[in-house]
């Protein structure tokens, strides 16, 4: 065979092979693309296709606290004689770190340079001590940022402001938590009546703007109301922004506002002011609630508070208000409540053994009430009290120049045990009392009770492991105006308790390396 025809059956090889060579290729190009891939080559996030469940808890938090108490329009026009004014108000604070809280600051809002508070423990050496802080303050709000070793019960930050005046339009005493910052929050509020302003203030402490969305339900009609204003509201980072509910809900009874963001977490509080012509009626802040249930109850209360109820429930149901003692409850009046509807329940003047309001449903009830008493010439005061959120730890902080007196209750069917300790302004402990509550039973310590020597209690903490006592402080101011002005405010304890967060992780195959 010449060299030729050896050379040509070469390449005819060569053609056929990678032919064949080429079919193999694409067809196992196609057989990858089309079946799945291999297991080894997944990543695994779990074991099976079960979610894992997390519980996360933040180690700092920040909490809000309002500019002292103010009014709406303070516009400088026509008669002097006729001008509103804040008059002689004076405003104090508190703060208080408990427990593993290794860093706690307080500043000026919006500004973390100016102003600034350390909490500090006097006594190092002492382990029952408390980190401690306090200020005068003539303007604007203030930020709580706490850094703790751990979240564990026990450990947090309590803080609160109160202002009072015996001249110009706020007569009286008003007083308000620092409240944690979270992404909704829902108030229960009194009237919008003329001459009430309720202004929603709403603060964003993240470097990062948010909008917040509005809703209102009044005690007219069930249902969510048609507003007169804006139903949302941009926050500036870092800054705040206000809405007069009265102008956006006008002449209801009561309302039921939520707030909620959904960018960043937002604290809110509503400045309640109420006037008859130049005469004042009182003032006081209104805070966030908490959860609701179908059996609350109120604290602060005493003889010969006029008192009324405010329930807002998400279906209709009944429900029983009485008046908590020492001794039991007292029935006053029982309502039946719409769904999504505001009711507001008058309950009189408080008997002489009133220690608070209970509330009892069928189903969960949002419930509040207003405490009002009166002065000379027609001037009154009142205290917006929420219903008390029982918790395993919860504490509480008095400012300055107030008068306390500590209100305790059980809202369970059995007596209950709690252990409530007392701590100066420089966080040392005075007092560690062990309480014993009937069932559906209330009892008031007045703070010089708890105090020691010459070291007055303005710091408590409430260890209640059944978690049935709700309780807070019904604030007075010795003398105002000569005994001639009335003054009367409170402050809900704050849960010392973990926030926490589930996270949940479940296998998905198509996460590949």
Not at 88 to 109: C, E, G, I, K
Request: hydrophobic fraction near 40%.
């Amino acid at each position: 065979m010449s060299k030729e025809i050896v050379s040509k059956s070469r390449r005819v090889t060569s053609v056929v092979i990678g032919v064949i060579t080429m079919i193999v290729l694409i067809a196992l190009l196609a057989v990858l693309v089309v079946l799945p891939g291999s297991k080894q080559w997944v990543d695994a996030v779990a074991a099976t296709d079960d979610a894992i469940d997390q519980t996360v808890s933040p180690t700092q938090t920040e909490a809000y606290c309002p500019a002292p108490m103010g009014l709406a329009d303070t516009g400088s026009y026509g008669d002097s004689a006729f001008q509103a004014t804040t008059g002689n108000l004076s405003t104090q604070a508190r703060y208080a770190a408990f427990d593993s809280v290794y860093s706690a600051t307080v500043s000026a809002f919006g500004d973390d340079s100016a102003d600034n508070i350390t909490l500090k423990d006097a006594d190092p050496t002492d382990n029952d001590a408390v980190k401690t802080g306090a200020q005068s303050i003539d303007n604007g709000s203030r930020l709580l940022d706490t850094r703790m070793l751990q979240a564990a019960e026990g450990t947090g930050t309590v803080a609160s402001i109160a202002s009072w005046a015996d001249d110009g339009d706020l007569k009286g005493v008003s007083a308000s938590s620092c409240e944690t910052t979270a992404l909704s929050q829902s108030f229960l509020l009194s009237g919008t009546a003329t001459g009430t302003t309720q202004q929603l203030i709403i603060a964003n402490p993240s470097t990062k703007p948010t909008t917040v969305e509005i809703k209102i339900w009044g005690s007219k009609q069930s249902g969510e109301m048609a507003l007169s204003t804006q139903s949302s509201l941009a926050i500036p980072a870092s800054g705040e922004n206000a809405l007069d509910l009265a102008a956006a809900a006008p002449n209801q009874q009561g309302l039921y506002v939520t707030v909620s963001s959904k960018e960043t977490p937002i604290a809110a509080v509503v400045r309640t002011v109420s006037m008859n012509g130049l005469t004042s009626k009182g003032s006081d802040f209104a805070l966030p609630l908490h959860d609701a249930s179908n059996a609350s109850v109120a604290t602060s209360i005493a003889k010969g508070d006029a008192v009324d109820a405010y329930l807002y429930a998400a279906s209709a149901t009944g429900v029983t208000l009485s008046w908590i003692t020492e001794h039991g409850l007292v029935q006053a009046k029982d309502a039946t409540l719409q769904a999504n509807r505001v009711t507001v329940v008058d309950l009189g003047e408080a008997p002489e053994d009133a220690l608070g309001v209970m509330s009892t449903a069928e189903d969960d009830v949002a419930f509040s009430v207003k405490a009002s008493q009166s002065g000379d010439d027609d001037q009154a005061d009142f205290a917006l009290i929420n219903a008390a959120a029982p918790a395993s730890f919860t504490g509480l902080a008095i400012p300055d120049d107030v008068d306390a007196t500590v209100s305790l209750a059980n809202s369970s069917n059995q007596s209950r045990k709690a252990t409530l300790h007392a701590y100066d302004a420089d966080g040392k402990a005075t007092a560690s009392k062990e309480v014993e509550i009937d069932a559906n039973a209330a009892m008031t310590i007045d703070i010089k009770d708890l105090s020691k020597d010459n070291d007055q209690a303005v710091l408590l903490m409430l260890e209640d492991q059944s978690q049935q006592i709700g309780w807070g402080v019904r604030l007075t101011h010795a003398n105002l105006g000569d005994d001639k002005v009335a003054g009367l405010a409170s402050l809900g304890a704050t849960p010392l308790m973990p926030a926490t967060t589930h996270v949940w992780a479940r296998s998905n195959p198509s996460i590949v390396h």
